[in-house]
């Protein structure tokens, strides 16, 4: 079993920034690979960013070159860091683990982003 903790989000305005935090109740270099998704409302959930154990990263095209995904294994967090947000990345943002044999998802309950234009 892995519990994700969100936090960090909140209102900002287009052009600034928000540093999202995941925390696992366990060791996150025990966990292949992790993620942060997004919904907007009325949109399906999709990928931002993901980490694997080996430090490889992966963007989504709408965020390549604005946010950063982290790991602090010492603290068992993940990190987003959001710059020049926009208003179309406003949504629910949540943290997602691969864990164990079967890869099995594990997700947080989600932290709100909203920009402000």
């Known amino acids: 079993q892995v519990q994700l903790v969100e936090s960090g989000g909140g209102l900002v305005q287009a052009g600034g920034s928000l540093r999202l935090s995941c925390a696992a109740s366990i060791s996150i270099s025990f966990i292949n690979t992790m993620g942060w998704y997004r919904q907007a409302p009325g949109k399906q959930r999709e990928l931002v960013a993901v980490t694997g154990s080996r430090g490889s990263t992966n963007y989504a095209d709408s965020v390549k070159g604005r946010f950063t995904i982290s790991r602090d294994v010492a603290k068992n967090i993940v990190y987003l860091q959001m710059n020049s947000l926009k208003p179309e990345d406003i949504a629910v943002y949540y943290c997602?683990?691969?864990?164990?044999?079967?890869?099995?998802?594990?997700w947080g309950q989600g932290t709100q982003v909203t920009v402000s234009s």
């Open positions: 997602n683990a691969l864990y164990g044999l079967n890869e099995r998802d594990y």
